[in-house]
């Protein structure tokens, strides 16, 4: 063999195998093809977990709009704050009174979970029960109809199955109906149910009720509602009282802890997040709240994040929440730590091509899939942060941040797919 031939044969190997190497040009060189990717504000972190090194960063220490991506921090805190099983109540027992304080716990009559082991416990109590409501935090969000309220004992998620005729109307919590009532002020062009600005009322316009009306509407919790609905629901007597509670009270436990998490991370409930968010306060002293858990997990689990978070709730429906690429990167990396198997990781998230937000953004990979993600979608702002594997094996950590672009959000998943499926491809 010629010295010619043996030359061109290991140029020809080499070129190969610079066309399957993963290494910053390569991946530079996609973006810089996208023209999608250079017309707004882009983040970009592709990490090598094998290696522990970044391969291509974009803007990674600029802060961005998280969006659902905030479901990582919320995510993160409930692994440590919570144990393996979620806690529905703290109780105690004194003399024919059963005292109750309410953790949070979202699972309680929510339609996703056959588990009701707390309305259970409540239904076959003999004692009077009487719901304290000296820590219990509730939030009264600005009244809407895509939005429930946050507080210590929601019931079937905070919202009520209204149905409705010329006769009347009926609700599943029996309580609502008495608050439905006609409103003339409100302007509407088709019959809908409004929570007022004010008060537990849901309002109609001034329009026939329509045969067999039915509709999911959120309500107005408070206290004393919430008192009124457990009564009716457990079909007994709930009495409000306000006994702090004992160090000692015991603790009633609901479903497993990951199931409720892959319930908020799958879907992206941002109702559950909320909830979680409240549970994890519930495991500190004093009045819980959503703010209580952020910074205490802020201070206790997340010090050590290379640029400090700018967290506001467990959903990342605020516009106030903002985290860099490189955050997101190194929170992902201290999740796995936490979960200790990444198996565990990946059924927590979403996964391409098969389940939650990515079961319709990603074609499977001869019926294997190759993304675990979370997403994230406000207006102007989709993100994707997860994990990735390649066709050669490599397993990488990203995040995907896009913001500030005035496209249709369906053409920025578009190319984000195409990009993220080009890199499994290729290496």
């Known amino acids: 063999m010629s010295k010619y031939l043996i030359t061109a044969l290991v140029l020809i190997i080499t070129l190969q195998a610079e066309a399957q190497r993963l290494n910053k040009r390569q991946v530079k060189r996609i973006f810089d093809r996208s023209e999608i990717m250079q017309e707004h504000f882009v983040g970009f972190v592709l990490y090598d977990q094998e290696k522990e090194r970044v391969i291509y960063e974009e803007n990674s220490q600029k802060y961005f709009l998280p969006a659902s991506n905030t479901k990582l921090f919320t995510l993160y805190a409930a692994l440590n704050m919570l144990g393996d099983s979620i806690p529905a109540l703290r109780y105690e027992e004194r003399g024919d009174s059963l005292i109750v304080w309410g953790t949070g716990d979202p699972t309680f009559l929510h339609e996703k979970f056959e588990d009701q082991r707390a309305f259970d416990f409540l239904k076959n109590q003999e004692k009077t029960i009487y719901l304290s409501i000296d820590r219990d935090g509730s939030s009264v969000l600005e009244p809407s109809n895509w939005r429930a309220d946050i507080n210590s004992i929601p019931i079937a998620a905070n919202t009520a199955q209204v149905m409705g005729s010329a006769e009347g109307f009926r609700s599943f919590p029996a309580s609502i109906a008495q608050f439905i009532k006609q409103d003339t002020a409100l ?68 479903v497993p802890t990951d199931s409720l998490l892959k319930h908020m991370m799958l879907p992206s409930d941002n109702f559950l997040a909320e909830q979680i968010l409240m549970l994890c306060s519930s495991t500190l002293d004093g009045e819980m709240g959503i703010k209580k858990a952020i910074d205490h997990s802020l201070e206790n689990f997340m010090a050590d994040l290379p640029a400090e978070p700018k967290w506001s709730d467990g959903s990342g429906l605020s516009r106030f929440n903002l985290f860099t690429p490189e955050t997101i990167i190194h929170l992902i990396g201290k999740i796995k730590d936490k979960v200790g198997d990444e198996d565990r990781l990946k059924d927590l998230m979403p996964v391409g091509g098969i389940s939650g937000t990515l079961k319709s953004a990603y074609q499977l990979d001869n019926g294997v899939p190759f993304v675990w993600a979370k997403t994230g979608t406000l207006t102007y702002a989709h993100l994707q942060s997860g994990i990735l594997e390649t066709r050669n094996g490599k397993r990488l950590r990203f995040a995907f941040m896009n913001n500030n672009f005035v496209r249709p959000t369906a053409e920025i998943r578009e190319e984000m797919v195409r990009i993220m499926t080009e890199i499994h491809e290729r290496f």
């Open 187 to 254: 302007l509407e062009d088709k019959f809908i149910l409004r929570r007022a600005k004010v008060g537990y009322d849901l309002n109609y316009p001034a329009l026939p009720i329509p045969e067999k009306f039915e509709s999911k509407v959120l309500y107005t919790v408070g206290s004393d509602l919430t008192a009124q609905i457990l009564a009716d629901t457990l079909q007994k007597e709930v009495r409000l009282t306000n006994i702090a509670m004992p160090e000692d009270a015991r603790t009633l436990y609901s």
